[in-house]
């Protein structure tokens, strides 16, 4: 390898490297910082939710619709709407959720029933202890 | 005093050259018309943004906890504080207009062409750079508005699989749209944007004055009797001089514009500011019929009516990436639209689209 082309070779390197390492604390320095990953519990008393109403709270900041379904039982349903990220309100009176930035509808198990999300809502685990609803 | 300036600049810099050179002497196409004043005022308005965005950062504070108070001590404490807001907010939304104005303005002349596709490439670009302002604008206020706006605005990538959500959550900072995520757009808005799009407006007008105005393509010029096929700066010696009378053209146009900037201020203020804008952020309530910026109505609205998130934003960006190397595309040589009646066609059926999905997007 003749001298000329082995420099210019070494100072490709070492711009790659010198960009490389740039760059690299610049992606951790902008990434996201790592959430806690402990599942936290959220607990309520069966009565606060009445039948065929809804009730909305916030585990770990995730905003979610709890509601008592009649004949089906209680569910839990994220309100994140799967579409853009708008939040969706429980409607009585149609006996399904809306979400009302796109008008999508979703049923009361989550599923999409008309409108643009490609997915249904997220369900979260919901345990019925004696009085209390567990989530999470 | 004056003169004593003028000799020690002259003997310096060579000021009397420069100013025959680059303004009295450097002529502009005869048939030149209004439309050719767009670009100007629309850096006018960039100027204007500047200068009360400048006003702004001394009152307002960066943080989530503060950030909405701050700008309602602006509005309704801070002497004139209303006005420069105002003017901000509705310089930012005129802006727009005139950079669009000036995008279909050389779109429908065909000054796009040879030898001006960097120049269309570096104005579509400042296109996407002015969106991009509003964008990271909108959620400064920490409102209801820019809360949900910037929400939908920063889930858009999720479509995408694989990339999606971690370039989502590289937008946000975060899971959902927080202190962090203002921060960010706080810093994308004052710092990054002004410098890229200076350089943009830089690189846009050296390339301009270097390969000459365009002329307007309806009647003969010289530039269609000789094809070009080498650098060659297009000069119009029998044109007018750019100074005084060209920029006599370019301050009426200024002026038309800042009448209509304080028309919207003084009489409908509330215009750009629905009470959604006055309400602070609450990251558990999404206001009923929440819409995007007029500028982002047709894409919304585009967006609404596809089923699939995917294909609705693929084809956005394939109709955007067409509009930016449209002059690599359109590559017949006649400029003028009148003797292109399919390029004509596309022209007309577009913005009316355009208009059309904006009108759905508002009402529907």
Known sequence: MKRRKFLSLLLTILGFTAAGSFVYPLVRFLAPAEGKTKVKQISLKKAEILLGEAKEIALDSIPILIINRPGKGVIALSRVCSHLGCLVDYNKIQNNVICPCHGAIFDLEGNVVSGPPPKPLQRFPLKVEGESIVIG | ?364
């Open chain 2, 1 to 364: 005093m004056w003169v004593r300036i003028k000799n020690w600049l002259e003997i310096r810099i060579g000021l009397e050259d420069l100013i025959r050179a680059q303004l009295t002497e450097y002529r502009v196409p005869k048939n030149i018309n209004i439309t050719y004043t767009f670009g100007f005022v629309a850096l006018t308005a960039f100027l204007i943004q500047v200068i009360t965005g400048f006003f702004l950062l001394v009152y307002y504070i960066p943080y989530s906890e503060t950030a909405f108070r701050s700008i309602q001590d602006l509005m309704n404490t801070v002497p004139y504080g209303w006005l420069f807001r105002q003017m901000h907010v509705v310089g930012s939304n005129l802006m727009m207009v005139m950079v669009l104005l000036h995008t279909l303005s050389v779109f429908f002349l065909g000054s796009y062409k040879k030898p001006r596709e960097l120049t269309w490439i570096l104005g579509t670009l400042m296109l996407l750079i002015t969106v991009t302002f509003c964008v990271s604008g909108y959620l400064l206020p920490w409102s209801q508005l820019s809360y949900w706006a910037t929400t939908i605005a920063t889930t858009i990538p999720t479509a995408f699989p694989y990339v999606g959500d971690t370039i989502s959550r590289f937008m946000k900072g975060s899971e959902q749209v927080s202190g962090i995520t203002l921060n960010r757009f706080f810093a994308i808005h004052v710092m990054l944007l002004p410098l890229i799009i200076s350089i943009l407006i830089g690189l846009h007008i050296f390339l301009v004055r270097r390969i000459g105005i365009s002329p307007p393509p309806f009647g003969k010029s010289a530039e269609t009797e000789r094809p070009r096929t080498e650098y060659r700066h297009e000069s119009h010696p029998d044109g007018y001089p750019f100074f005084p009378d060209f920029v006599l053209k370019e301050t009426i146009m200024v002026m038309v514009f800042c009448a209509v900037m304080f028309f919207f201020i003084s009489f409908l203020p509330t215009f750009f500011l629905p009470e959604e804008a006055n309400t602070p952020a609450d990251p558990f309530k999404t206001p009923a019929h929440i819409k995007p910026e007029w500028y982002l109505l047709a894409p919304y609205q585009m967006l609404k009516i596809i089923p699939n998130k995917f294909l609705g934003i693929s084809l956005q960006l394939i109709i955007l990436l067409m509009f930016i190397l449209w002059p690599f595309l359109d590559t017949i040589e006649e400029k003028n639209i009148f003797k292109r009646p399919r390029l004509r066609g596309l022209f007309f059926f577009s913005l009316i689209l355009w208009i059309g999905f904006t009108i759905w997007g508002k009402y529907s």
